[in-house]
């Protein structure tokens, strides 16, 4: 019988560090799996609304959305963005902040959802990662995402009749309501074989060796930190 990991993880598509702690998460799993090939990790992804008071008809840049809608300084929020633009290239992510459109991400969260019942939610989820963050994509536009659905094989009329669904917006709540009830306060937060939380972005090896850890505890040794 082969061996399996759960990891349950929650994020937002409009996070740049749910984008980076991805990378950083597949390859901490890469190097964990080469170490230990018959061990299987089940990743599944759940919703998590930063910024749900977010107008759906927003128009603006991030800068414009920090600066006017949290009240925060525009040299403090350049330095910020121009900052997290470093880290991310770091792990191979081409952050262009000048292009990001900032939006309500409730309707993504809806079709990561459809998504998912496809088969198709990690390819999904990087697709609306990589729009947001280094194309500019209005991630909040019914016939943008249709056609983000696309890329990955999902119909646009599918996409489209999931963004009217009451179905999927439900998905959404239980997902935010799961979060709240297991004390998430803020993203990426990872939920291991649904005992261990993990919170942020970590590094690669720290990913790695917690993985170690909880295989190591499913086969009896000590209960891992963290």
Not at 5 to 17: E, G
Request: hydrophobic residues 40%.
């Amino acid at each position: 019988m082969s061996e399996k990991i759960r990891v349950d993880i929650w994020s937002d598509i409009a996070c740049p560090w749910c984008y980076i702690g991805k990378r950083r998460f597949e390859a901490g799993a890469a190097a964990f799996q080469a170490q230990n090939p018959g061990v299987e990790i089940e990743v599944e992804s759940h919703s998590f609304e930063l910024a749900p008071d977010t107008p759906l008809d927003f128009s603006g840049s991030e800068v414009d959305f920090l600066v006017k809608h949290k009240g925060m300084p525009a040299d403090q929020v350049e330095q910020m963005l121009g900052q997290m633009t470093e880290l991310a290239a770091e792990d191979g992510l081409a952050f262009n902040f000048e292009a990001v459109r900032h939006a309500n991400t409730a309707r993504a969260h809806r079709i990561l959802h459809l998504a998912k019942e496809r088969g198709l939610q990690q390819e999904l989820q990087e697709r609306l990662f990589k729009a947001y963050f280094e194309e500019g994509a209005e991630m909040s536009d019914p016939d943008t995402l249709a056609r983000l659905g696309e890329d990955v094989g999902i119909p646009g009329d599918e996409v489209r009749a999931a963004l009217e669904s009451e179905e999927y917006g439900e998905a959404v709540q239980r997902d935010i309501q799961r979060a709240r009830s297991l004390g998430v306060n803020g993203v990426p937060f990872y939920l291991l074989d649904q005992k261990y939380g993990v919170s942020g972005a970590q590094s690669s090896a720290a990913f790695e060796n917690v993985l170690e850890q909880v295989l190591g505890f499913a086969r009896g040794a000590e209960t891992p930190a963290g």
